[in-house]
């Protein structure tokens, strides 16, 4: 029997294709831009500005839902330093459980992983010394609070670089025993750390192990035909299925590099885009990728 939520995402889509009534599905939501690591390949932490206040929160979680939108993930900066007086992150998760069908947060694992968001996903880039030198004196840390949560579902997302993208398989094989999957993403040119962006023949190369790696039944949750499209970026993007929000409540339709930085598509590593993307044209492996990632029934 076909559940609510999927006859909702085909419904939505169905009027995106009958209707053009073009509305986004997934909302990245940044509760604040402090961070306590200062990460090589993120942006954000260079750009302090207050937290989003919770009632400014919660209101944009109301447009988010009348937009269209069902599943939000919350990010940072380091979404658990999310403060508002007394109110801490689970506020925020109650309160966005009850309008979303899934809720998920993106944290560098450096604090307790305790929330009841129904996804975590924890930022690893690299076994220990690269992990480090990326993203500053945390494996262990990270680490230890992975195997020390007992939430149901962690999982790891590596950003992949021109330094850490040689140990990538060794890495997948480690976050498999302590994680319930990996999914991936290509670090992205900002202004100023153009350096870290892999050669098109290193991209190519980790897409081919990493499509052996889920072939070995390692938890890759990224379908096969995302990995073999991120090759050469061989997809047809839907950007308005994506929107994000700001710490100032601010919410931007479309690409998430739009108003934060210089859009070019053929440097596009984001995964989630390309799936969501695959997912609307029908493609079934995007279809059941997202389905084991976020559990909608």
């Known amino acids: 029997m076909i559940g609510s939520q999927y006859l909702y995402f085909a419904a939505h889509l169905a009027r995106a294709r009958v209707f053009g009534r073009k509305r986004p599905?997934?909302?990245?939501?940044?509760?604040?831009?402090?961070?306590?690591?200062?990460?090589?390949?993120?942006?954000?932490?260079r750009q302090p500005r207050p937290d989003i206040p919770y009632d400014v929160a919660i209101a944009a979680m109301d447009q988010l839902r009348a937009d269209g939108v069902r599943l939000l993930i919350f990010e940072g900066g380091e979404p658990f330093l999310w403060r508002d007086g007394a109110r801490r992150l689970e506020d925020?998760?109650?309160?966005?459980?009850?309008?979303?069908?899934?809720?998920?947060?993106?944290?560098?694992?450096?604090?307790?992983?305790?929330?009841?968001?129904?996804?975590?996903?924890?930022?690893?880039?690299?076994?220990?010394?690269?992990?480090?030198?990326?993203?500053g004196d945390s494996f262990d840390r990270a680490v230890a609070h992975?195997?020390?949560?007992?939430?149901?579902?962690?999982?790891?997302?590596?950003?992949?670089?021109?330094?850490?993208?040689?140990?990538?398989?060794?890495?997948?094989?480690?976050?498999?025993?302590?994680?319930?999957?990996?999914?991936?993403?290509?670090?992205?040119?900002?202004?100023?750390?153009?350096?870290?962006?892999?050669?098109?023949?290193?991209?190519?190369?980790?897409?081919?192990?990493?499509?052996?790696?889920?072939?070995e039944g390692l938890p890759v949750l990224d379908s096969y035909t995302a990995l073999g499209r991120l090759k050469r970026n061989a997809w047809r993007c839907h950007p308005w299925l994506i929107s994000t929000t700001e710490p100032d409540g601010a919410i931007t339709h479309g690409c998430y590099l739009r108003n934060r930085a210089a859009i070019h598509c053929q440097?596009?590593?984001?995964?989630?885009?390309?799936?969501?993307?695959?997912?609307?044209?029908?493609?079934?492996?995007?279809?059941?990728?997202?389905?084991?990632?976020?559990?909608?029934?």
């Open 267 to 297: 440097y596009c590593g984001f995964a989630a885009h390309t799936e969501i993307s695959l997912a609307y044209d029908g493609n079934i492996q995007a279809i059941l990728a997202g389905q084991r990632i976020f559990g909608f029934r």
């Open 25 to 45: 599905l997934l909302n990245g939501f940044k509760l604040t831009y402090r961070c306590n690591l200062k990460c090589a390949a993120c942006p954000f932490w």
């Open 92 to 135: 925020l998760v109650a309160e966005a459980k009850r309008r979303f069908f899934s809720v998920g947060v993106v944290t560098n694992g450096t604090l307790p992983i305790e929330t009841s968001a129904d996804i975590v996903w924890v930022s690893i880039d690299g076994l220990r010394e690269t992990h480090n030198a990326l993203r």
């Open 146 to 215: 992975i195997r020390a949560s007992r939430h149901p579902k962690i999982l790891a997302n590596i950003t992949i670089n021109a330094r850490n993208w040689q140990e990538i398989p060794d890495l997948v094989r480690f976050l498999s025993g302590i994680t319930k999957g990996i999914t991936i993403q290509f670090y992205y040119p900002y202004e100023g750390t153009e350096d870290l962006m892999p050669s098109p023949e290193a991209r190519e190369w980790v897409l081919d192990q990493l499509m052996a790696l889920k072939r």
